[in-house]
């Protein structure tokens, strides 16, 4: 399965590629055109995968919304697991909420994820199949002389693990403000914040010893994520002060009127 999909995405790579070399008819001297192709390839699928991300975000917003509801019902039922189940399922019917929507972009962006990586592990297998012209494309990408090869200096594997480690930071952050954690998830939240370090550390692992396409990969795809979970966390800050701001409005409405009665 993730063979055929890495030869469906290998195909968009392929024709990246070729428009590439259409619309820039001398290749750059610093950064070939299968450099430029795997940045532009990575950054068109995480555009596609965005309207996905941002439901996901929403489907956070909304589950934290009905977090008091649902803490409610956990007191109430929690010696009544079965009744707190169907208390628990009637609330989401009513707020037209489905959870099971929170991990479905997770589970459409992983398979694509993995083929990515065996594109650019296996290039000359799932995009450029033509071994002849494989063996004369340009391959370098600024320091790099051939993102074939494993980047010795590390700078690709440090930028990607950099960019993992701020993505997750402000994931963090977000899944905070959406919906905080209660006492009973603390043990929980503590092996989160563990995979929060974990992941950049196996990056760098592996990048010492994985082609370096890979690494410039991950580092886009990482980048683009930083820079949209970045707008996501601005975008709920500025919500919360809108609310703030209502509420002290409202508030002082309140007094206005009681004032004025007296």
């Known amino acids: 399965m993730i063979s055929f999909i890495a030869s469906l995405l290998g195909r968009v790579l392929f024709y990246v590629y070729q428009l590439l070399e259409m619309i820039i008819p ?20 995480k555009l596609l995968l965005l309207p996905l ?3 996901q975000t929403r489907n956070q917003k909304k589950m934290a919304e009905l977090q008091p509801e649902i803490q409610k019902l956990q007191k109430k039922y929690k010696n009544d697991q079965q009744t707190l189940v169907n208390k628990t399922q009637q609330l ?6 489905n959870p099971l929507l929170g991990c479905l972009p997770t589970l459409i962006q992983f398979p694509i994820i993995l083929s990515f ?4 592990r296996l290039p000359e297998k799932y995009a450029f199949t033509d071994p002849a012209f494989y063996d004369k494309m340009a391959k370098n990408f600024y320091y790099v002389s051939n993102l074939e090869k494993v980047d010795t200096t590390m700078i690709l594997p440090i930028v990607a693990a950099v960019m993992t480690l701020g993505t997750s930071l402000l994931m ?9 954690p209660s006492p009973e998830m603390e043990q929980q939240m503590g092996m989160m914040k563990t995979m929060v370090y974990l992941g950049p550390v196996m990056i760098l692992f592996a990048g010492r010893n994985l082609a370096a396409g890979i690494a410039l990969y991950w580092a886009v795809s990482n980048a683009f994520t930083l820079i949209q979970q970045f707008v996501t966390y601005k975008t709920i800050d500025e919500a919360e002060e809108e609310a703030l701001e209502e509420a002290k409005l409202a508030e002082e409405s309140k007094k206005s009127k009681r004032t004025t009665n007296d």
């Not at 990586?117 to 650019?120: A, P, R, S, V």
């Not at 963090?172 to 905080?180: D, L």
């Open 26 to 45: 001398n290749e750059p001297e610093t950064i070939s055109y299968y450099a430029l192709a795997v940045i532009v390839t990575t950054i068109i699928f």
């Open 92 to 97: 989401y019917k009513e707020a037209n909420h």
């Open 117 to 120: 990586f065996y594109i650019f």
């Open 53 to 55: 991300n941002i439901a």
């Open 172 to 180: 963090q952050k977000i899944q905070q403000k959406t919906n905080p």
